[in-house]
């Protein structure tokens, strides 16, 4: 075709000219359809075959399903109910999943580099690999194969069938080739490899590369499979129902989409548009107007997640504003009470009925007005609680006596003025408090600059504060008020007021008046001159000097100190307890004082380290305190009260190594308040342990109480027979020693617990120094042994009915050594004795003569099996 037929026919009409005919369409088609020949033989010529698949399937399989096809039906497990359970035929059927597997994978698993070979061959691999993958597919859904897993099940090869899809992995493969077929079914290679002159060729490359108008429209088409899969994906969720905060998460991530596809749009159309401007050549205009049909579920998600959020400030701030707090509150919310058709209801209530309206209505149809119609109710529910709410917060504002209480309410319920309609209900209010604030401001600044400065500072003296002090703090008072007069501003207007209109105004007056009552200027001010003035402290603070007072020499002990000095130091002081920061380091120390450094120094270490020891020693003692309210009412288990105890003798251990003084008697005297708090767990464990034992009623109650229970360990004891010798195994002392023994480990829990010592170190170091433990706790009880004793008695009360139990067994010995001469000459010829003695080895037959083997004395089980075998037989 290539190199005869083909270059033949082009020869032919160009020598002919038929070609070039107005009207001759017969050569042209002739040479396309020996064109498209050529091409479809190559494609054929370069057909990569992927090797055909057959799962063979056990005939007993077959079988059954051929059997149901005759009847009309589907083949189920009870066409295989007798051999289901067949080893072989499971062998055979897991030997036969096992080749299927194998066999599949040849395909699953095939490859190809798309670096060898043509492009033709590529695209032909693809499409038929998804041929053969559908086909292995089909196969797989096929009643075969199904009822082959099934069977698998039923015969509990749970491991044949998990994995065999998994094993396979034909959903995988069979995934990837489709996305990869999305565009090899519509490339238009064929043109390529079919075009016969450089005009065709240079149209199918023009086709192969995507056109711009294509790549626009190819962005529409995106547009669509993202709407419909972000549809699927948020379908899974209902919106309206997961709380706030899974809500929000939600909505991050659907934000986060949006944004990652809007960036990656604007670098694609920024893309296209360089290429557009470089063909220059191409008259055709390009219309750059995309359709994106996800825009307006972005924007329907926006309108949700803003709903949302608003709705759940306005409940949160109903919750808190309206909640009550005290008794003076209690009537908070009967003060807001809403009228509506199922009674009178709480605004909370109310808002929570308005948001049902919208939980269940498909808000994801962009294209149906059910969204908007619930939230047009949404809105008229809420209107009715905005109403009851600026009702109620108008009368309390007409009700108020001043100003001052209209500020208070105002504090109150300023969070619910995010709301437009309270807003603007109580805006008249608003105007006449910020009037009011106005005016205060106004009033302040004029009492700040008609006050007299000296005689204010002169009153402030009077009370120990020093004259740069007192103007200070003078100052800062008036800055305090004012601050206070800004906060009645956002209680008025709530949040962000310097935004509002009324805000603004006010916002700059406080602004302007704050200038004025900065102090640091002045402060620097004084300081600056304090520094200049070199201060000089005298060498000796004490001076003696020498007086004559009637006629005799006396001694007069004088402080050296400048009263400047000490004005200065007052001033610094006060700066320093008012959060001022304050330096002046102009004064110069003239006593000698490297004379004092080092005792200075070590006073200072001194007090460091005892601060340091005494937080260190409270720190301990908090914890040890804590561990010993634990240990009151800890669960009575060995391990937790170990830990505990392990945490004490940590802290013993970080005093010892500490080397605190008294550290032993403080030991001893934790010692007997933890022995003291053992030994009341110990007796109340064994009082609970006695009555387990004993069965009593109200092991019930403790179980309801969640209280921790011994454990019963089941004591046998067994009756055997011997050379015509009944005996017991174990033997009652041996019993005894076995109850005794859950006793002994049941109070072992606090008994067995290492005691706590301040010579822990010495015991590691010597061997020979055995650690002690509360073993004698016992005996400091609080009730003494009185609930010991029941205990010993409660055991001594079950040997007793297992010794009464085990005797009328043993006295089945005698039968063995018991003569017929005796029982002759005892009964002699007394009918009536005869009778009476039958009866009662009847009666005495009733103990063993039953179909038990075992008699259960709580926690004791007699095993009389085999001697009761003997004995009747």
Aim: charged share 25%; aromatic share 8%; with cysteine.
């Amino acid at each position: 075709m290539s190199r005869i037929l083909n270059p033949y026919c082009r020869s032919f009409i160009s020598q002919s000219g038929r070609g070039e005919r107005d009207g001759d369409k017969l050569a042209p088609t002739v040479q396309k359809c020996f064109t498209e020949a050529e091409a479809a033989l190559l494609h054929l010529q370069q057909n990569i075959d992927i090797p055909e698949i057959n799962l063979v399937v056990n005939p007993h399989i077959l079988d059954a399903i051929e059997k149901a096809r005759k009847e009309n039906r589907h083949a189920t497990m009870d066409d295989l109910r007798e051999i289901v359970e067949d080893t072989n035929f499971l062998n055979a059927l897991q030997a036969g999943c096992n080749r299927w597997v194998k066999e599949i994978r040849k395909v699953t698993q095939l490859e190809r580099d798309p670096s060898s070979g043509t492009s033709l061959q590529e695209m032909t691999f693809w499409l038929n690999l998804e041929r053969a993958l559908l086909k292995i597919a089909q196969k797989r859904d096929g009643e075969e194969v199904t009822l082959t897993l099934e069977a698998l099940k039923c015969g509990k090869l749970f491991h044949a069938t998990v994995s065999f899809d998994s094993d396979t992995g034909l959903k995988q493969k069979l995934a990837v080739v489709q996305d990869y077929n999305t565009l090899m079914k519509d490339f238009p290679l064929s043109e390529l490899v079919s075009a016969s002159d450089v005009p065709k060729l240079t149209h199918a490359i023009a086709g192969i590369f995507l056109p711009l108008q294509r790549a626009l429209r190819l962005v529409e088409a995106i547009s669509r499979v993202l709407n419909s899969q972000l549809l699927k994906a948020l379908s899974s969720y209902s919106l309206m129902h997961v709380p706030i905060v899974e809500f929000n998460d939600i909505m991050s991530q659907c934000q986060a989409l949006f944004s990652k596809r809007d960036d990656e749009y604007d670098k694609f159309i920024a893309l296209l548009r360089d290429i557009n401007k470089k063909k220059r050549d191409d008259p055709s205009k390009l219309s750059w107007k995309v359709t994106a049909v996800h825009k307006r579920l972005e924007q329907r998600l926006t309108q949700i997640f803003q709903f949302r959020k608003q709705h759940e400030q306005f409940r949160t701030v109903i919750e808190r504003v309206l909640r009550p707090v005290g008794n003076s509150s209690s009537r908070s919310k009967k003060e807001f009470m809403v009228d509506s058709t199922e009674g009178e209801k709480s605004p909370d209530e109310q808002v929570d009925i308005a948001y049902e309206i919208l939980k269940n209505v498909e808000f994801l149809d962009v294209d149906s007005p059910a969204w908007e119609n619930a939230f047009k109710r949404y809105e008229d529910q809420i209107g009715v609680v905005e109403t009851a709410i600026t009702t109620r917060l108008k009368g309390q504002l007409e009700s108020s006596r001043n100003s001052n209480e209209m500020f208070s309410i105002f504090s109150r319920y300023n969070a619910l003025f995010i709301r437009p309609r309270i807003r603007e209900a109580i805006y008249e209010y608003q105007t006449r408090l910020n009037n009011r604030v106005k005016d205060d401001i106004n009033k302040l600044q004029e009492r700040f600059t008609k006050a007299r400065v000296e005689q204010v500072v002169k009153i402030m003296q009077t009370a120990g504060l020093p004259p740069f002090s007192a103007k200070i703090m003078w100052i800062r008072n008036f800055e305090r008020q004012l601050q206070r007069y800004m906060k009645r501003v956002e209680d008025v207007l709530g949040k962000q007021w310097e935004n509002h209109v009324d805000g603004r105004q006010l916002k700059a007056d406080g602004d302007n008046f704050q200038v004025k009552l900065n102090t640091q200027p002045m402060f620097e001010d004084w300081v600056e001159t304090v520094q200049s003035q070199n201060w000089v402290l005298p060498n000796k603070i004490l001076t003696v000097d020498r007086m004559q007072v009637d006629g005799r020499m006396q001694l007069q002990l004088k402080v050296n100190y400048n009263l400047d000095s000490l004005v200065l130091y007052k001033e610094v002081s006060h700066f320093f307890n008012y959060g001022i920061p304050c330096s002046v380091e102009s004064a110069t120390l003239g006593w000698v004082s490297y004379k004092v450094d080092q005792y200075q120094l070590k006073l200072a270490e001194t007090v460091n380290t005892y601060q340091e020891r005494c937080e260190e020693l409270l720190n301990v003692v908090r914890n040890v305190n804590a561990d010993l309210i634990v240990l009151k009412s800890c669960r009575y288990d060995k391990d937790i009260i170990e830990n505990l105890l392990t945490s004490i003798q940590k802290g013993i251990v970080q005093l010892s190594l500490g080397n605190y003084s008294n550290l032993a008697q403080w030991v001893n005297t934790l010692d007997r308040q933890i022995k003291a708090i053992l030994a009341r767990r110990v007796e109340d464990a064994i009082r609970v342990w006695t009555l387990v034992f004993s069965q009593s009623e109200e092991v019930e109650e403790l179980r309801e109480r969640q209280v921790v229970l011994p454990h019963v360990k089941n004591v046998v004891v067994e009756l055997c027979m011997t050379a015509q010798t009944l005996y017991i195994s174990p033997s009652t002392r041996k019993t005894r020693e076995k109850i005794l023994e859950q006793l002994y480990e049941w109070h072992s829990v606090c008994t067995a617990q290492t005691r706590i010592s301040v010579k822990r170190f010495q015991m590691v170091m010597n061997e020979e120094i055995e650690p002690e433990t509360y073993h004698n706790i016992s005996n400091v009880m609080p009730e003494g042994q009185a609930c010991l004793e029941k205990a010993y008695d409660c055991v001594n009360g079950i040997m007793m009915d297992l010794e009464e139990y085990l005797s009328e067994w043993l006295s089945y010995q005698s039968l063995w050594v018991l003569q017929s001469e005796q029982l002759f000459e005892t009964l002699g010829t007394s009918l009536s004795k005869w009778m009476k003695t039958l009866m009662e080895i009847r009666k005495g037959r009733l103990v063993f003569d039953t179909q038990d083997t075992r008699k259960v004395i709580f926690p004791v089980t007699v095993e009389y099996g085999k001697a009761q075998q003997k004995i009747l037989f």
